[in-house]
């Protein structure tokens, strides 16, 4: 199994920054491309941003674009989501999540692991 461990949420007012991390630990060699989720209070869990197994591939969701980015390391195990120009609409709580493919998908149902969410709360 593979475990997924998300770390640095917390509160930041609007235009603010914060650095997400996803550390995996377990069988992490069955691990190939990795993402982050986010659900909001009363919504549905959304694409952010998913990065291929060896991280020259990247997407991101439209509303984040320009203002977050992701990225791993895997000598670490971790994956990064770096957001800046933080807006109250990107309240929510962020999911790191991971697929056994090396191919990054945007699809929630195509994700086999996955965290247990770090709050991110943005004050405007």
């Known amino acids: 199994q593979v475990q997924l461990v998300e770390s640095g949420g917390g509160l930041v007012q609007a235009g603010g920054s914060l650095r997400l991390s996803c550390a995996a630990s377990?069988?992490?060699?069955?691990?190939?491309?990795m993402g982050w989720f986010r659900q909001a209070p009363g919504k549905e869990r959304e694409f952010v941003a998913a990065?291929?197994?060896?991280?020259?591939?990247?997407t991101l969701a439209d509303s984040v674009k320009g203002r977050f980015t992701i990225s791993r390391d895997n000598a670490k195990n971790t994956v990064y989501l770096q957001m800046n120009s933080l807006k109250s609409e990107d309240t929510a709580v962020y999911y790191c999540?991971?697929?056994?493919?090396?191919?990054?998908?945007?699809?929630?149902?195509?994700?086999?692991?996955w965290g247990q969410g770090t709050q991110v709360t943005v004050s405007s």
């Open positions: 990065i291929n197994w060896s991280g020259d591939s990247t």
């Open positions: 999540a991971a697929r056994r493919s090396r191919l990054l998908w945007v699809a929630v149902n195509e994700y086999d692991y």
């Open positions: 377990g069988r992490t060699f069955s691990i190939g491309a």
